[in-house]
């Protein structure tokens, strides 16, 4: 069955850290770029973060910049993504996605080839 799953959503007070990871079974992550999503109440998906197929290259979103970090260790078959200061406007359903490209240019609008089923960040005191 060829699936991403994430994993390492919680609750957790604003200041703190999580760490998210994304699953790959029945096809290896080698050749795809990898991209984290969030969708909050109320609002539309928006992308996060993208990991090029090799790691080499990654992206942003203003909003967690200097705050997420991306990696990848395509051996395992997994993309992780740090979220460290979470504040409450960081509360969403967090996804991972597949994009056959080796790059992250267009990650937001490419077609996703697989999508996880997400993951619940929720950032409260």
């Known amino acids: 069955q060829l699936q991403l799953v994430e994993s390492g959503g919680g609750l957790v007070q604003p200041g703190g850290s999580l760490r998210l990871s994304c699953a790959a079974s029945?096809?290896?992550?080698?050749?795809?770029?990898i991209g984290w999503f969030r969708q909050a109440p109320g609002k539309e998906r928006e992308g996060v973060s993208c990991s090029s197929s090799r790691g080499g290259s990654t992206n942003y979103a203003d909003s967690v910049k200097g705050r997420f970090t991306i990696s990848r260790d395509n051996a395992k078959n997994k993309v992780y993504l740090q979220m460290n200061s979470l504040k409450p406007e960081d509360t969403a359903i967090y996804y991972c996605?597949?994009?056959?490209?080796?790059?992250?240019?267009?990650?937001?609008?490419?077609?996703?080839?697989?999508w996880g089923q997400g993951t619940q960040v929720t950032v409260s005191s």
């Open positions: 996605a597949a994009i056959r490209n080796n790059y992250c240019s267009a990650y937001r609008s490419e077609r996703k080839d697989y």
């Open positions: 029945g096809f290896t992550l080698d050749y795809y770029a």
